[in-house]
């Protein structure tokens, strides 16, 4: 469950680890009630170490991922378990926040040159920042989105890959404006 190698500066270690001897852990990000999650040791340079459990409820996509991936900030680490994403302030973990996606996190994209990690779903991308959410695409897909490329400050890709009528799309990550996919307003 270790995400991409690291592309953004981190200020802490992070892992995922099995739950403490002691029976609990530091914090707990829970959501839903199958009561599964994972656990991550966080290490920030400067601080004391701590254990958090996440969890993203009943995964509603089996391809829904779960990862830890850095963000552009040196002390936030985005946690994702089975397709929900959490946004980690590593120094202060009562600061940690559920990232309001419209649909369920199926891959993690860095724009370094942009300075953003992008969390691509079915249909829609939601761009993490420094300083937390910059911005949710509009729809652009009816069923999945195939990121192709990361370039001169635009995503391409293609919206609904597996359909008879895949459609190529283009998403501005200045702005989250998209020309093509599937057209829905």
Known sequence: MIGPARVFPAAYEAAVTDYPASGGVDHEFVEGRDGRSVVVLIEPSEGASWTGAFGGGEAISRRAVSGLYPTPSPVRLCVVD???????????P??????????????????????????VGRWTITAIGPDGVVWTSPRIAFDG????????????????PDDEEPRDFAVDLRTAAVTGGAGID
């Open 94 to 119: 009562e600061r940690t926040e559920r990232v309001p996606t419209d649909d369920p996190v199926m891959s993690v994209e860095p724009a370094v040159g942009e300075r953003l990690l992008l969390l």
């Open 145 to 160: 989105l195939r990121v192709d490329e990361i370039e001169d400050g635009l995503l391409r890709g293609v919206a609904d």
């Open 82 to 92: 089975r397709g929900t994403a959490f946004l980690v302030d590593v120094l202060d």
